[in-house]
C-alpha cells in the first residue's frame, strides 16, 4: 500500500469514528480527535481555540438544547498530500426532547417547530485539517446559519435526546 492510500485510510478512519461519536451524542469521545491547538469555527462567525473552547461550543448540542440530532453524509472528500477533508452533510433534527438552555434557544426551537414542525434537516459542510498524528487542528463549517434552509421532508424519527449513550452503537 502506497504512503497516500496510508494516509487516506487514516483520515477516512478518523472521519467514521469522529461522526459516529457525534452521532452517539458521546462529546467526551468527540473531544479526543482534536489537537490541543485546534481551532474550531461554526460558521456563526465565532472561532473556539483549544479542547476547552470548542467543548464549550458543542456543549448545547450534545445537552439536548436543539433536540435529538444526527448528521448523515452526502459527499466525503480527502486530500491526502494536504491532510485536509471535506464532509457534505445533512444535520437532521427531532425536537421532541429539546431541553433549551436559554431565551435563543427557546425562540430557536419554537420557530423553527412552528415553520418546519417538530422533525427536519438542513444542509452544510465541515471542512476538517489534521496534523500528522491524524488529530483535527482544524475544523471549519459552513452552513447559513442566520436563516438556514431547513426542510421537513429531510426530518426523521431519532433517538430520544434524554436516553444515556454509553458511547457505542448497538
Known amino acids: 500500500m502506497t504512503q497516500a492510500r496510508t494516509a487516506s485510510a487514516d483520515i ?8 459516529d461519536a457525534f452521532n452517539v451524542n458521546d462529546l467526551d469521545r468527540v473531544m479526543t480527535f482534536f489537537s490541543e491547538t485546534a481551532v474550531y469555527r461554526p460558521g456563526d462567525g465565532s472561532e473556539h481555540c483549544g479542547p476547552a473552547a470548542i467543548r464549550r461550543a458543542f456543549e ?5 438544547a436543539y433536540g435529538a440530532m444526527r448528521f448523515d453524509e452526502h459527499d466525503r472528500l480527502i486530500d491526502d498530500g494536504a ?4 464532509i457534505r452533510w445533512v444535520c437532521r433534527h ?5 431541553k433549551p438552555a436559554s431565551v435563543g434557544q427557546w425562540l430557536q426551537r419554537l420557530v423553527a417547530g412552528l415553520v418546519v414542525g417538530e422533525r427536519f434537516g438542513w444542509e452544510g459542510l ?3 485539517h489534521f496534523d500528522d498524528a491524524g488529530r483535527i487542528v482544524g475544523k471549519f463549517t459552513y452552513a447559513n446559519y442566520s436563516r438556514p434552509r431547513l426542510r421537513k421532508e429531510l426530518g426523521v424519527a431519532l433517538p430520544n ?10
Open 161 to 170: 435526546a434524554e436516553a444515556p449513550t454509553t458511547g457505542r452503537r448497538a
Open 94 to 98: 427531532d425536537l421532541a426532547g429539546a
Open 126 to 128: 465541515d471542512v476538517f
Open 60 to 64: 448545547p448540542q450534545f445537552s439536548g
Open 83 to 86: 491532510r485536509k477533508a471535506a
Open 12 to 19: 477516512r478512519e478518523v472521519l467514521d469514528r469522529f461522526v
